[in-house]
């Protein structure tokens, strides 16, 4: 089975601290990442996706960091507010295969 | 705006009963899915569907069944419920390109 592996967990910050999500994956013919957030009682939505011919995208205040030798992604949430606290899901896909193989998530609680 | 709607937000059933879990989406979206969702488990692909009347495994079939009469719908079928089957199960779809999936709301189902 193919894994996407996710850390940390759980992640605590402040406002305005910067939280760093990270991801690791095995399959080499992935060539889809895609974040997903997820608030309480919803499902989840995509949030920014990075194909591997980039090393970096932002979307407003959110950042993806790509290093395909390593085989690892993470997200950057810069200037972190409470309104960011969400489960945030890495994830996945390639080829002709429509399947996103997702991370286990990690919790991120931005304190007032 | 996608729109993917899920029957029930919240279910109770008991051990035995045959439970059926819809999901409609609104987007021509060829591609359709079921996830479990559980605490430190993240997002686990049940099946998915790939075109009407067409239907793959995913990484955790077992105790399910499924079934997409029309393009719209897809349906997932406990045959026989049981206490382990109590989760929070999402419905998504996408088209072909990109791989971006658009999920519902979630049923929470307790299985008693």
């Known amino acids: 089975q193919q894994q996407v592996k996710q850390s940390p967990q759980s992640l605590i910050v402040q406002k305005g601290g910067i939280p760093i999500i990270n991801c690791a994956y095995e399959?080499?013919?992935?060539?889809?990442f895609p974040w997903y957030q997820q608030f309480p009682g919803k499902g989840p939505a995509l949030l920014i996706a990075?194909?591997?011919?980039?090393s970096e995208k932002k979307e407003g205040r959110f950042t993806i960091s790509f290093n395909k030798s390593a085989k690892q992604f993470s997200l950057h949430i810069m200037d972190s507010q409470p309104g960011d606290s969400a489960t945030y899901f890495c994830a996945g896909s390639g080829g002709s295969n429509y399947k996103l193989t997702f991370g286990k998530g990690t919790l991120l609680t931005v304190n007032p | 705006d996608v729109k993917v709607t899920q029957s029930s937000r919240y279910l109770v059933k008991r051990t035995g009963e045959k439970v059926f879990l819809e999901c409609v989406q609104d987007m021509d979206h060829e591609n359709m899915f079921w996830y479990r969702q559980d605490p430190g488990l993240g997002l686990r692909l049940i099946y998915f569907s790939y075109d009407v009347k067409m239907k793959e495994k995913g990484d955790i079939p077992e105790g399910y069944s499924v079934s997409r009469e029309k393009k719209e719908r897809f349906s997932l079928i406990l045959e026989s419920a049981s206490t382990n089957q109590t989760s929070m199960y999402l419905c998504?779809?996408?088209?072909?390109?990109?791989?971006?999936?658009?999920f519902g709301p979630g049923t929470r189902l307790t299985v008693t």
């Open positions: 399959n080499t013919a992935f060539d889809y």
């Open positions: 998504a779809s996408s088209s072909t390109v990109p791989h971006e999936q658009y």
């Open positions: 990075i194909r591997p011919d980039v």
